[in-house]
C-alpha cells in the first residue's frame, strides 16, 4: 500500500501499511484504480461527452477523496460506471479497455515516479482536480 491522498499522511510522506485515516490497503488500491480510469475516461476524444459523462467525472474524483467512502464496493461500482461510459464514448472500445491502449486506464504507479519537482506537480494537480472535484460534485447535488 503507499497512499499519500490526504494532509493525515504518516509524517507526511504517505502512509505504507495502513493510512492513519482507517483507509485499508485495498481500499487506497481501489481509488488509485478509479483514478487512472477517469484518466483513460479524459484521453477519450471520440464521442462527445454528455452531462452523463461530467457527472460520472465529478462523482468519480468525489469518491477518491479520503474519508468519503471506505466502501469497496461502492468504489469498484464508480469504475464500472467509468468505464461503461468509456465504452459508451467510444464504442471500438466496448467490451474490454485492455484492447484499446489509448484508453486503458491510467497506471497511478508512474505518479511517485522521475524527479521530485516533477512528483511534487503531479501530486498537486491531482489533489487540486479531487477538491475542486468535491466543491463541484456539491454544488451539483445542490
Same mark, same amino acid.
Given at each position: 500500500?503507499?497512499? &499519500?491522498?490526504?494532509?493525515?499522511? !504518516?509524517?507526511?510522506?504517505?502512509?505504507?501499511?495502513?493510512?492513519?485515516?482507517?483507509?485499508?490497503?485495498?481500499? !487506497?488500491?481501489?481509488?488509485?484504480?478509479?483514478?487512472?480510469?477517469?484518466?483513460?475516461?479524459?484521453?477519450?476524444?471520440?464521442?462527445?461527452?454528455?452531462?452523463?459523462?461530467?457527472?460520472?467525472?465529478?462523482?468519480?474524483? &468525489?469518491?477518491?477523496?479520503?474519508?468519503?467512502? &471506505?466502501?469497496?464496493?461502492?468504489?469498484?461500482?464508480?469504475?464500472?460506471?467509468?468505464? !461503461?461510459?468509456?465504452?459508451?464514448?467510444?464504442?471500438?472500445?466496448?467490451?474490454?479497455?485492455?484492447?484499446?491502449?489509448?484508453?486503458?486506464?491510467?497506471?497511478?504507479?508512474?505518479?511517485?515516479?522521475?524527479?521530485?519537482?516533477?512528483?511534487?506537480?503531479?501530486?498537486?494537480?491531482?489533489?487540486?482536480?479531487?477538491?475542486?472535484? !468535491?466543491?463541484?460534485?456539491?454544488?451539483?447535488?445542490?
Amino acid at each position: 500500500m503507499f497512499c &499519500f491522498q490526504c494532509e493525515q499522511t !504518516a509524517r507526511g510522506t504517505g502512509c505504507t501499511t495502513v493510512g492513519v485515516c482507517g483507509k485499508s490497503a485495498s481500499q !487506497a488500491d481501489l481509488q488509485d484504480r478509479l483514478t487512472g480510469e477517469l484518466v483513460a475516461l479524459a484521453r477519450v476524444e471520440d464521442g462527445h461527452a454528455t452531462d452523463s459523462t461530467w457527472k460520472i467525472v465529478l462523482e468519480g474524483l &468525489f469518491t477518491t477523496i479520503t474519508n468519503v467512502s &471506505f466502501s469497496d464496493e461502492a468504489v469498484e461500482l464508480q469504475i464500472q460506471k467509468t468505464r !461503461a461510459e468509456i465504452s459508451r464514448l467510444h464504442p471500438d472500445c466496448a467490451g474490454s479497455l485492455d484492447s484499446c491502449p489509448d484508453h486503458a486506464p491510467l497506471d497511478m504507479n508512474i505518479l511517485w515516479e522521475g524527479n521530485e519537482d516533477i512528483r511534487s506537480l503531479k501530486s498537486l494537480l491531482l489533489l487540486g482536480l479531487r477538491g475542486m472535484g !468535491a466543491y463541484a460534485y456539491h454544488a451539483y447535488v445542490l
